[in-house]
């Protein structure tokens, strides 16, 4: 447990000390195209790098055969933090949907804000399905995928949140198609936790679902059969895994 918190302190005074100097870098690059979103970029692949070799929080990926060659919707489980910074090193150059409350908090939420992250208003959820589209089309334009976590909010190892029909209707409205991925991270890197742990996360990527291929109500229920059926394989791995049994339902937040 000693090392534990070691490791964990170097991580997190290694984290203080990079964050400030990239951040004033992103102000001072802000009027260059593209700039600001590839310096949040390396921000995260570095975290990605401390997590690995400091805390030893590794990971495997199954699936990497099934990411598409053009822009798509990630559809991701959300279990911790760790799936933010993740899929931006398993997956060509994205932004992320989330709760406009984040880019309140100082040096993450303002990266997040600068680097182009879609800020909705999850208390509405017809404005937030209205800012998904409107800011969304703008980044398809300009090439990056969108990265969306269809239960809303962080759920706890072995439970579900209810799916909501935002990553659907945004699929078929930008006419782009869905890759589902389920993962442990919460098993090792558990809500609100100073403590990460050590282990190997699992991330299961699946097929492609196609946006024409049903009603938003369909997509959804395709987007759910394909990471919930995947979850059991990789449930209660990880040290921080609280016993509950998959497929338990609890509720997300909106969108």
Same mark, same amino acid.
Request: proline share 8%.
């Given at each position: 447990?000693?090392?534990?918190?070691?490791?964990?302190?170097?991580?997190?005074?290694?984290?203080?000390?990079?964050?400030?100097?990239?951040?004033?870098?992103?102000?001072?690059?802000?009027?260059?195209?593209?700039?600001?979103?590839?310096?949040?970029?390396?921000?995260?692949?570095?975290?990605?790098?401390?997590?690995?070799?400091?805390?030893?929080?590794?990971?495997?990926?199954?699936?990497?055969?099934?990411?598409?060659?053009?822009?798509?919707?990630?559809?991701?489980?959300?279990?911790?933090?760790?799936?933010?910074?993740?899929?931006?090193?398993?997956?060509?150059?994205?932004?992320?949907?989330?709760?406009?409350?984040?880019?309140?908090?100082?040096?993450?939420?303002?990266? !997040? $804000?600068?680097? %182009?992250? /879609?800020?909705?208003?999850?208390?509405? @959820?017809? *404005?937030?399905?209205?800012?998904? #589209?409107?800011?969304?089309?703008?980044?398809?334009?300009?090439?990056?995928?969108?990265?969306?976590?269809?239960?809303?909010?962080?759920?706890?190892?072995?439970?579900?949140?209810?799916?909501?029909?935002?990553?659907?209707?945004?699929?078929?409205?930008?006419?782009?198609?869905?890759?589902?991925?389920?993962?442990?991270?919460?098993?090792?890197?558990?809500?609100?936790?100073? !403590? $990460?742990?050590? %282990?190997? /996360?699992?991330?299961?990527?699946?097929? @492609?679902? *196609?946006?024409?291929?049903?009603? #938003?109500?369909?997509?959804?229920?395709?987007?759910?059969?394909?990471?919930?059926?995947?979850?059991?394989?990789?449930?209660?791995?990880?040290?921080?895994?609280?016993?509950?049994?998959?497929?338990?339902?609890?509720?997300?937040?909106?969108?």
């Amino acid at each position: 447990m000693f090392s534990l918190w070691i490791r964990n302190l170097a991580y997190w005074l290694l984290m203080a000390i990079i964050t400030p100097p990239l951040f004033l870098l992103m102000l001072l690059t802000a009027p260059i195209p593209g700039a600001l979103h590839t310096l949040a970029t390396r921000w995260a692949l570095m975290l990605m790098w401390l997590l690995e070799n400091i805390v030893g929080l590794k990971y495997r990926v199954e699936g990497a055969e099934n990411i598409p060659e053009g822009p798509a919707i990630i559809c991701c489980k959300h279990q911790s933090g760790w799936e933010t910074l993740a899929t931006q090193k398993i997956f060509p150059p994205q932004v992320f949907v989330a709760k406009r409350e984040l880019f309140r908090i100082p040096f993450f939420g303002w990266g !997040l $804000k600068l680097a %182009g992250t /879609i800020g909705i208003d999850r208390r509405n @959820p017809g *404005k937030a399905s209205a800012q998904i #589209i409107e800011q969304g089309s703008k980044r398809k334009a300009q090439g990056y995928w969108i990265t969306i976590f269809p239960e809303g909010t962080r759920m706890p190892p072995g439970s579900k949140g209810r799916y909501k029909s935002g990553a659907a209707r945004t699929a078929q409205l930008l006419e782009m198609d869905i890759v589902p991925v389920a993962l442990n991270s919460g098993e090792f890197w558990p809500k609100n936790s100073f !403590l $990460k742990h050590p %282990g190997e /996360i699992s991330v299961i990527i699946c097929p @492609p679902i *196609k946006h024409d291929s049903g009603s #938003i109500t369909e997509l959804t229920a395709a987007i759910e059969e394909a990471i919930e059926s995947q979850m059991p394989r990789i449930t209660g791995r990880g040290p921080c895994y609280g016993g509950a049994k998959p497929g338990i339902e609890q509720q997300g937040g909106a969108v």
